[in-house]
């Protein structure tokens, strides 16, 4: 499995494009708008960078990992010799399922189609295709160059030697990889997002401040970043989305997204893509700094 397809070149296309490329594989990286696709590789050119700076590369290891990335415009060209395709699109069920369908039509017979999604049903991914037992799922950790976890979810038909492939290729990528069934959010959402609720609630409730709450979580439970500003790190609408899959696929009130969660993004204040989320988001310094909205508090 030497041709890798990404469909997807935003945050985490582009991450998992640079992850592959580097460590030796031909990868295309498609998206069906040119200047995403430009952003992507300049963004992996900025990471590149600071490898070198780190002494982690050499300059004539960048110049032959950026020729091994193509970026490509449409997803027939794309997929076309790939033995791997790594769907990383938006975290929206509908897109994804209409990017499985086009998949199946165009992917070579025997390539495994792997989704990044972080809650979506992989089984459901799986219903659209005429190859459900080669879907699986494949969920990167955002930033992908340094994250090391790659949750690997099986869907209800995925072959066992798929998995054992998809186990493998992980390791092969510097990964561990965890290997879990298909339930809505999976481990990794399952527990997470409970706990950035729980902690958007609390706000909400007036129990603390955003910086006594994710200084709590930080200091008192060992978490490199709080609740609140890893919730602006994954953006507050996909906070929503997954909690939202949640909801819908255990039927339990205790999955219920925070009034306060609901209306930030209705007000378009999702986080660092923003600009602003529980806290607002300055290029030119360093400093967290809290959102006029919650000093208040």
């Given at each position: 499995?030497?041709?890798?397809?990404?469909?997807?070149?935003?945050?985490?296309?582009?991450?998992?494009?640079?992850?592959?490329?580097?460590?030796?594989?031909?990868?295309?990286?498609?998206?069906?708008?040119?200047?995403?696709?430009?952003?992507?590789?300049?963004?992996?050119?900025?990471?590149?960078?600071?490898?070198?700076?780190?002494?982690?590369?050499?300059?004539?290891?960048?110049?032959?990992?950026?020729?091994?990335?193509?970026?490509?415009?449409?997803?027939?060209?794309?997929?076309?010799?790939?033995?791997?395709?790594?769907?990383?699109?938006?975290?929206?069920?509908?897109?994804?399922?209409?990017?499985?369908?086009?998949?199946?039509?165009?992917?070579?017979?025997?390539?495994?189609?792997?989704?990044?999604?972080?809650?979506?049903?992989?089984?459901?991914?799986?219903?659209?295709?005429?190859?459900?037992?080669?879907?699986?799922?494949?969920?990167?950790?955002?930033?992908?160059?340094?994250?090391?976890?790659?949750?690997?979810?099986?869907?209800?038909?995925?072959?066992?030697?798929v998995t054992e492939?998809?186990?493998?290729?992980?390791?092969?990528?510097?990964?561990?990889?965890?290997?879990?069934?298909?339930?809505?959010?999976?481990?990794?959402?399952?527990?997470?997002?409970?706990?950035?609720?729980?902690?958007?609630?609390?706000?909400?409730?007036?129990?603390?401040?955003?910086?006594?709450?994710?200084?709590?979580?930080?200091?008192?439970?060992?978490?490199?970043?709080?609740?609140?500003q890893l919730a602006?790190?994954?953006?507050?609408?996909?906070?929503?989305?997954?909690?939202?899959?949640?909801?819908?696929?255990?039927?339990?009130?205790?999955?219920?997204?925070?009034?306060?969660?609901?209306?930030?993004?209705?007000?378009?204040?999702?986080?660092?893509?923003?600009?602003?989320?529980?806290?607002?988001?300055?290029?030119?310094?360093?400093?967290?700094?809290?959102?006029?909205?919650?000093?208040?508090?």
């Amino acid at each position: 499995m030497n041709k890798i397809a990404v469909i997807g070149a935003g945050t985490m296309g582009n991450g998992i494009a640079h992850v592959f490329a580097q460590h030796g594989f031909s990868v295309s990286l498609v998206d069906l708008q040119t200047s995403q696709l430009e952003k992507a590789l300049a963004t992996i050119s900025i990471n590149l960078e600071r490898q070198i700076k780190k002494g982690l590369l050499t300059s004539e290891e960048k110049i032959n990992l950026m020729q091994r990335i193509q970026p490509v415009p449409e997803i027939p060209e794309g997929v076309r010799d790939a033995g791997l395709i790594i769907e990383a699109a938006t975290e929206n069920e509908k897109i994804k399922l209409s990017i499985f369908q086009e998949l199946d039509r165009h992917a070579p017979a025997q390539a495994i189609l792997a989704s990044n999604t972080s809650s979506i049903s992989i089984t459901k991914l799986a219903g659209v295709t005429r190859r459900p037992s080669r879907v699986i799922g494949m969920h990167f950790m955002n930033p992908v160059p340094v994250m090391k976890l790659v949750e690997v979810i099986n869907g209800y038909a995925t072959e066992q030697k798929v998995t054992e492939e998809i186990m493998e290729l992980s390791r092969k990528l510097g990964k561990t990889p965890c290997l879990v069934q298909d339930y809505p959010g999976f481990i990794s959402n399952r527990i997470l997002m409970p706990m950035i609720n729980e902690s958007i609630l609390s706000l909400q409730e007036g129990v603390a401040s955003v910086e006594a709450i994710d200084t709590v979580m930080k200091l008192g439970m060992a978490h490199p970043m709080g609740p609140l500003q890893l919730a602006d790190f994954i953006g507050l609408d996909v906070c929503l989305a997954i909690l939202q899959v949640l909801q819908q696929g255990f039927g339990q009130p205790k999955y219920a997204p925070a009034t306060l969660l609901v209306n930030m993004v209705a007000a378009g204040r999702l986080g660092i893509k923003t600009g602003e989320g529980f806290y607002v988001y300055n290029k030119a310094s360093k400093d967290l700094v809290v959102s006029e909205k919650f000093r208040r508090f």
